[in-house]
């Protein structure tokens, strides 16, 4: 059997920067344990594969597709990265005509469209509630040592934890800040929490506008140790930077080894716009 399969590293125009994802075009059924099998070999944090819903669908005229997400560990219920690296396959190399992309996933549907030289993903929007520091003590220790926490939410919807460090650091103590994602694992045994996002408010003002507020986000409870650059992680950190800053339309940057950009737009029906741009870097075919 051979499978297309591609490298896509989102949320950037430059190859070896950004989030990287592999994307498998399936034109038959797969076989269900092959899926985590592949997403093993790919050993990326996420593998996409985008599957036909029906017998006549093609890649390059149809407009709606199933879509599924592997890290090398398990199946996940949204990757936004994946998602941007899915779309760019069927836009730029499948040339697919339509000018709207569907994706069927386990976080409903999902569209993708071209705006100039961004994708434009639209996303759920996840609200974020107070979190007691007592019930996460030992997390947020193991993550941020001595630094000081200035908010702590968490979202049920999607397991995610954030952080947000003081206003007093600079871009720069986050980025240096040296974490250890896996003695996470023993800090959080309850199973509540599955994603840690760090977060930092950034310096939009002036003369020389930046990024509304950078981030970095861990996830080892699905064998992802620092992912680069997650745009499910954002559609939890734009709904709560949204409320702090009073903005529908920011910019974010994220603030891993590689590094990544995101343009987001909050919309009038609770869902959420995450833009950003694409590098192919890989294309050949899976044989086995």
Known sequence: MQIPVFTVDAFTNRPFFGNPAAVCLLKNDLDEDLHQKI?????????????????????????????????????VPLCGHATLA?????FYIQKDTN????FVTLSGELRARQVEDLIVLDLPL??????????????????????????LRYSPDTKKLLVRLSDAYERSALEELQVSP??????EKTGK??????????????KCKGHDFYSRYFAPWYG???????????????S??????????????????????????LRNDGRVDIAGRVAIVLKGNLTF
Request: with cysteine; charged share 20%.
């Open 39 to 75: 997403a093993m070999e790919m050993n990326l944090s996420e593998t996409a594969f985008i599957r036909k819903l029906y017998p006549g669908d093609d890649f390059t005229k149809s407009s709606c597709f199933g879509l599924r997400w592997f890290t090398p560990a398990n199946e």
């Open 86 to 90: 899915a779309a760019a396959v069927l």
């Open 99 to 102: 000018s709207v992309l569907k």
């Open 126 to 151: 996840y609200s974020t509630y107070p979190q007691v520091l007592q019930e996460v003590e030992e997390l947020i220790k193991a993550a941020v040592g001595d630094m000081i926490v200035q908010d």
């Open 182 to 187: 896996q003695h996470f694992l023993s800090a």
């Open 193 to 206: 929490v599955k994603g840690l996002i760090l977060t930092l408010k950034g310096n939009s003002s002036g």
């Open 224 to 238: 992802v140790l620092e992912d680069p650059v997650t745009g499910s992680a954002h559609a939890v950190l734009s």
């Open 240 to 265: 709560y930077w949204s409320e702090q800053l009073g903005k529908k339309e920011m910019l974010a940057f994220q603030c891993s080894r590689r590094g990544g950009e995101l343009k987001i737009s």
